[in-house]
């Protein structure tokens, strides 16, 4: 259980819908995790809570919507092939060697990376899924877990699609969607893409989610030439989904690229959420995502860093800089994506991709993930304006500023340092299987 406490500091940014900029304000959080109130600490009610002073900036932790941490031991191999060929050549045939501590491992060292940008969440799509859990436990973050289903050589050895699908669905039927100290793991369905699947297994997938209640995670539409077959039938990867009832769930579709106009009335229609992932998008020259026709249509969109084997790295902050930079030269339009909404795509927004009301966001009864940035930098030239300290937050600061982090208001982060592993034995294991793939 936690320890009732309230975080006083000079500056909260809620990241709520207005960007509201609270000075001298506190956030309570309960036993229970969660919190209670947030406010100037003028209308604070009493409290018999530890009181912590926080120097700076207290925020919410982001949350990366598409990611697939594990690989962080993949990291720089096959660094300028295009997508098909970096999957198809380097990928799969290194995945084939990865085993359950292999995969701990690489969870844990990109989690680690995470928490020191301010990522509590992430949404996973990965394989042999018992050994995140086991890391994010250990590390004290969040996830959001898919458990992937695929069809593609090498991956014969986890079982066939259908045996991939059900073992989820006798996890989730298990424990239920959400568990764990702070309800730190939720489950959903991972179909890869329609290119790694048959149709059918991506239609009885979501069956199985509709009914469960579940997030239904895919690739859609990332590249040109990899969903030739589906276009060929339905037109586009999105009108097959809503051809074959596999819409009107929890759904994410990841990248969303090379999409129609058509496409996106689709997704608006169906309330589909989409995962942005510019870094990697544009490191494998997938192309650039139509994020402002997105958001205008009303689709929740988050962000996401995709692999760490194709970005390479795992920083949100990065992320946002990159989505406003192509949203504005997409449209030759420099409000295409302000840095408000940036900071919104990676907190509250990204939470609403994935059917969350209780993360990326300080109010009450949201989850306490809570991150402490430093203003004391020359990112910061005026602390004391509030659009110039979001700007400055977005644009300047971004992951060298965090100090601290609390999940579930347990502290994960101090000074810079995960508190619940030994960081140099996190990176010696990544070495490990490093090494262990190259050969």
Known sequence: MTTARRFHAPIVLPCDEPTTVLRDAVVDVGEDGRIAFVGPSADAPAT???????????????????????????????????LMRWLTEVVWPAEAKLGPADVRDGMLAGTAEMLRGGVTTSTEMYFQSENLVDAVLEIGSRVVLTPGIITAPGMERLGTWEQMRDAITRWIDADGLRFGPGERVELGYGPHSAYTLPTEAIVSTAALAKERGALMHLHVAEAPGEDDAVRAEFGSVPAMLEATGSLGGRVLAAHAIQLSDDDVAILARHDVAVAHCPGSNAKLAAGVARLADLRAAGIRTGLGTDSPASNDDLDLWEE?????????????????????????????????????????????????DLVHVRVDDPAFVDPDDDDQLVSNLVWASGSRGVRDVWVAGEPVLADGIPTRVDPGAVLAGARRVAGKVRM
């Open 320 to 368: 946002q800089r990159l989505a406003s930079l192509f949203a504005r030269q997409r449209g030759a339009d420099a409000t295409a994506l302000t840095a408000a909404g940036a900071l919104a795509m990676a907190t509250r927004e990204g939470a609403r991709a994935l059917g969350r009301d209780d993360l990326g966001v300080l109010a009450p009864g949201a989850w306490a």
């Open 48 to 82: 018999e809570a530890v009181i912590q002073q926080v120097t700076g900036l207290l925020m919410p932790g982001l949350v990366n919507t598409h990611a697939h941490t594990p690989l962080t031991v993949l990291r720089g191999k096959g660094g300028d092939l295009p």
